[in-house]
């Protein structure tokens, strides 16, 4: 599985931002996608979930600025993507965001690289 995220950047506070992350390869078997964050010097945070039926969690912090989704799409092959649409963001909110995937099938989680948010005026 490969995740890799995209729509990172820069972005003033109050403003927004919609990261997107595509799974590939063995899917089928994942059952959440999630969005965490790293700021510098803190622990990896898990911002917020969502599973194949649709269960989300978020993290207090983002509730009602944030807004997780998914969808599939098919070429050669299936891939799974997940969005963040974050909305009024703070300087605080500065981090590293990462892509996560969970498949309890294979027990084993994937990550992505990572895409860097800047909050700054």
């Known amino acids: 599985v490969q995740l890799v995220e995209s729509g990172g950047g820069l972005v003033q506070p109050g403003g927004s931002l919609r990261l997107s992350c595509e799974a590939s390869g063995r899917i089928f078997t994942i059952t959440t996608m999630a969005w965490y964050r790293q700021a510098p010097g803190k622990q990896r945070e898990l911002v917020a979930s969502?599973?194949?039926?649709?269960?989300?969690?978020?993290?207090?912090?983002v509730k009602g600025r944030f807004t997780i989704s998914r969808d599939t799409f098919q070429d050669t092959n299936y891939h799974h993507r997940v969005h963040l649409q974050m909305n009024s963001l703070s300087a605080e909110e500065t981090a590293v965001y990462y892509c996560?995937?969970?498949?309890?099938?294979?027990?084993?989680?994937?990550w992505g690289r990572g895409t860097q948010v800047t909050v700054s005026s």
């Open positions: 969502i599973s194949v039926d649709d269960e989300i969690h978020y993290a207090d912090s």
């Open positions: 996560n995937a969970v498949d309890p099938y294979y027990s084993e989680e994937y």
